[in-house]
């Protein structure tokens, strides 16, 4: 990782151990008082409040944040899943000695909880048995509450995705509404957002010293509220979001290398900008960053003006570089809500000493049954899913518009040192029970952005680009995939590992930059499919996801089929899209389901847009404006945006994407002559649906002809559609676990690798 010009923070491991320290560190974090008095305790220190079952891996949020404050020297609870309907649950450890850290999960529960049509998920995969209903609605709410009422005096702060996601106001899809910050409904003391370790452990540390949590106000990465007339903020100068950003016209963003031009345009408007020019000498002089606080409409305000709503989330997204960020303040009420800048991303370092911490990389002994094994009623599906994989990195510079990566992990990549990894597979094939030298996936966020990053620190700290490869890649990225490919190398000669399969979501863009590294993930770690993610096929949509044009995905086919030719594989991409994305016309799902049927491709499941806290994508949605292009209320400058809204429209979307169910075939046909393409309505190989319809009794009817009980012979193929052959089922993974640090897809992502493809 770079180097950011920024006060280095303290490392990690530089803090002096609490005196607790003397207890070691336990085989699993005590979920009972009977654990705490076999360890010896008579109280913990902090207690982690989760709406996840507690497994005890560096996949699991609750996991990570207790073990990185057991090696502080910390006593370390977890209340896992409680019964929130009163807070005797939560009085289970006894009173905590500094602060109840609270997080409703690896994902917003919301999400977890609905599907993007707002219908009760059957499953949480979170929950032994995949059992769901065992977490309430708004569970950091609820949760900090209950925490309330069981111990009014002691500190709470709030973290995770779902806390990390809503710091700000935010549309809240359930409610179709503007929702105030989480900080200020929860009524915590404070927010913690993105990745935690730094911030927890100054937090802790500081109230181990018997700091007051009020004068916690300066520690990155946090947010927290004060009155609008408090003295404490003084000293600060306030900028106002309109002079970053207006909402009136569209602006150019400012480089910190340009200079002001002192003489005024005397024939321009008295509201005109004042023209940017170089010069040799002199520079703006800008107060200090650390001083500078960035003003965004109140909550009252974007709560009823989308307009406003959009700017406010493009300056959000404008302040998220470590590097450059400024603090934000957004008014709600009487109070201020302060939003510090996002943590340093940790060094490599680092990231070693927080995946080398004594995980028992297994449930809590809790939910095994009697013979001390998992059965079926026992079994975590999250865990079973990413007990035999491993997490290489954090964040992504894609900046894919519905993805929350970057509001949350941030766009600069951290990566583990390649002997880090290496010691975790070792331990994995050495003490994980059921082993069977298979490694289900080798990845992050995104599968090969290992140790990427931008060449130069100093154009790395002024860059406030959303994205890194987008609408190309950028000439300062580093690019090379060596680290990469030496360690797949590195790791699958281990004795007793006979496969490492890449499961993590791929950036084919970048991965054609480098022939030898699709060379070796397709002859070595693939298992007959791979699957990644163009989104779409038609420039409109791609756009406002910011992602590649089809034919990036055209280049990575040729070279996927290619290299699986040479080492004599037959092998398949399974490419995901996505469904009723603000920017979508109509028009443009059913040629992306004509590209569907030429391929050969028939989705299995659908994946449908779904707007999540605080994404980019969810702006669109909810003001119908471009945030990539600035907000104008002129609509001559600004940009609109197609929003698919209604259950009708947002069905059709689906539909096209499974042209070949036949139940959504009338509603195709209706569309299609609608939109002038009933050319596309027949029985050859180039229409895309049939003219006849399926009956429920086997038997069908002519679209033309209902009247008739004998179709002609051209209006009969197979009453259903036929089963496609190997590598033709596109599958899509609405439904599968989610990740532990976000939920950026509109279904849950896997779990340690925060969605985003």
């Not at 049954?369 to 994989?389: L, Q």
């Not at 290496?422 to 090969?448: C, H, Q, W, Y």
């Not at 037959?570 to 590209?595: C, R």
């Not at 029985?683 to 004998?710: C, F, M, V, W």
């Amino acid at each position: 990782m770079s180097a950011l010009p920024v006060s280095p923070p303290k490392a990690l491991t530089a803090y002096r151990p609490f005196w607790a320290k003397r207890f070691g560190p336990a085989p699993f974090l005590p979920m009972s008082r009977a654990e705490m008095e076999q360890l010896g305790w008579d109280s913990c220190d902090i207690i982690i409040v989760t709406g996840d079952a507690y497994v005890d891996h560096a996949s699991f949020g609750m996991a990570v944040i207790g073990r990185t404050l057991e090696a502080q020297g910390f006593r370390v609870g977890i209340i896992a899943q409680p019964d929130w309907q009163s807070a005797e649950p939560f009085k289970a450890l006894g009173k905590p000695n500094l602060f109840f850290g609270v997080a409703a999960g690896n994902m917003d529960s919301m999400i977890n909880r609905y599907t993007a049509d707002r219908k009760i998920r059957s499953d949480d995969a979170y929950t032994p048995g995949g059992q769901g209903g065992k977490r309430p609605d708004r569970a950091t709410l609820v949760y900090t509450q209950r925490c309330q009422e069981a111990f009014k005096d002691v500190p709470v702060v709030i973290g995770g995705i779902e806390a990390s996601l809503r710091r700000i106001a935010h549309y809240d899809y359930w409610q179709d509404k503007v929702r105030r910050s989480i900080l200020v409904d929860a009524k915590a003391d404070l927010l913690v957002y993105g990745n935690a370790e730094r911030a927890i452990i100054e937090i802790a540390h500081r109230l181990a010293r018997r700091e007051p949590i009020e004068s916690l106000t300066d520690v990155r990465g946090t947010a927290f509220m004060r009155r609008t007339d408090d003295p404490t903020a003084e000293g600060w100068f306030e900028l106002d979001s309109t002079e970053v950003d207006r909402p009136g016209r569209i602006d150019d963003l400012i480089s910190p290398y340009q200079i002001v031009d002192d003489k005024g345009c005397e024939t321009a408007e008295p509201d005109a900008p004042k023209p940017i020019t170089i010069h040799k000498i002199g520079r703006i002089q800008m107060p200090p960053r650390d001083h500078t606080v960035v003003r965004l409409p109140a909550y009252e305000q974007v709560k009823s003006d989308p307009v406003l709503y959009a700017h406010a989330n493009r300056v959000l997204h404008l302040e998220t570089n470590p590097g450059n960020a400024r603090a934000l303040v957004q008014r709600h009420g009487e109070r201020d809500l302060w939003i510090n800048p996002p943590p340093i991303p940790l060094t490599t370092a680092e990231m070693d000493h927080v995946f080398d911490l004594p995980y028992a990389r297994s449930p809590h002994p809790s939910y095994a049954d009697e013979t001390g094994g998992h059965d079926g009623a026992t079994k975590i599906p999250a865990w079973e899913m990413i007990r035999f994989s491993v997490n290489i990195m954090r964040g992504c510079f894609g900046g894919c518009t519905f993805c929350s990566i970057t509001e949350h992990e941030g766009r600069i990549i951290q990566s583990r040192s390649e002997d880090s990894v290496i010691r975790e597979i070792e331990e994995m094939r050495d003490k994980v029970k059921g082993f069977t030298g298979i490694v289900s996936d080798l990845g992050g966020p995104t599968a090969n952005m290992y140790r990427i990053g931008c060449k130069s620190p100093e154009i790395e700290a002024a860059c406030r680009k959303p994205s890194c490869v987008y609408p190309g890649i950028c000439p300062n990225l580093n690019t090379s995939h060596d680290p990469l490919i030496k360690m797949y190398r590195r790791a699958r000669a281990l004795p007793g590992v006979k496969k490492i399969l890449i499961g993590s979501g791929l950036r084919y863009d970048l991965a054609v930059q480098s022939p030898e590294y699709v060379k070796e993930l397709v002859t070595h770690h693939v298992g007959g499919y791979l699957k990644i993610a163009p989104e779409h096929t038609e420039g409109g949509p791609l756009s406002k996801m910011m992602k590649p044009g089809i034919g990036s995905y055209d280049r990575f086919k040729q070279m996927f089929e290619a290299a699986s030719a040479a080492a004599g594989k037959k092998q398949y991409l399974i490419p995901y899209f996505i469904a009723a994305h603000p920017g979508t016309s109509d028009e443009d799902m059913m040629n992306l389901a004509v590209w569907l049927k030429k391929n050969g491709f028939r989705a299995d499941q659908v994946q449908t847009f779904y707007p999540s806290p605080m994404a980019t994508a969810t702006a669109m949605y909810h003001s119908g404006l471009n945030p990539l292009k600035g907000i104008s209320r002129d609509e001559a400058r600004g940009e609109k945006v197609d929003i698919v809204r209604g259950e009708r429209r947002r069905r059709l979307h689906k539909a096209f994407l499974r042209y070949h169910d036949a139940n959504n075939w009338p509603l195709l046909r209706e569309a299609l002559k609608a939109m002038g393409r009933a050319d596309l309505i027949g029985n050859g190989k180039h229409h895309l649906i049939p003219s006849y319809q399926p009956l429920t009794d086997g038997s069908y009817e002519s679209a033309r002809r209902k009247n008739s009980t004998t179709p002609k012979a051209a209006d009969k193929p197979a009453m259903k559609p036929a089963t496609p052959r190997k590598g033709q089922l596109l599958t899509q993974h609405t439904g599968l676990p989610p990740r532990v640090t976000g939920a950026s897809r509109n279904s849950p992502p896997r779990p340690g690798k925060p969605a985003k493809r």
